[in-house]
């Protein structure tokens, strides 16, 4: 089963309808304990990165997600706000994030793009992983999004797009995937893309 993490920052029931659609075991959580149950962990956002660790960090959801996922090694997929906070600092709000990643999180520059990005743009993957069997080379996903991600190793890209800057996103690490755009609202490329995820789990 794949655990949904529920908090007040995120977009969890919108990722469970996608799961839904694809036949996919899945439920939402809300309390740290539920989380140990659960096969593989998704952890979607909207918002800010600091209501996101707020959240998190005072339901104890970000303890139990540190040991199930960093130690533990449990498949682990991040969208859009869920990427950013696993890495040390967000620009926005000057917040402190995760920092099971190196790397920080910066705005776009205003001076050359409208920001917030809101739409479809053009994903170029750098190398090969599991979850994007059957997408080929690049694709199309859905942003909404001010900020993107600089790893401090370049190593862990997974996907590269430009808005202004090109720019990180979505990142692979031993057990981690995480991407800035929103899988779950990327038509039926994104649905193939959980859909490989979902499979890394089981289901």
Known sequence: MIGIIDYKAGNAPSALNACRRLGVDARLLSAPDEIEECGGIILPGVGSAQATMDSLRETGIADALKKKVLDGGAPFLGICIGLQVLFEHSEEEDAECLGWLSGEVRRFP?????????????????????????????GFFYFVNSYYAVPKDSGIILGKTRYGVEFCSMIAHKNIIAAQFHVEKSGETGLRLLKNFAASVGN
Do not use: K, T, Y
């Open 110 to 138: 205003e001076q050359m793009v409208r920001v917030p990005q809101i739409g479809w743009n053009e994903v170029r993957f750098v190398r090969e992983r599991p979850v994007l069997s059957g997408i080929g080379e690049s």
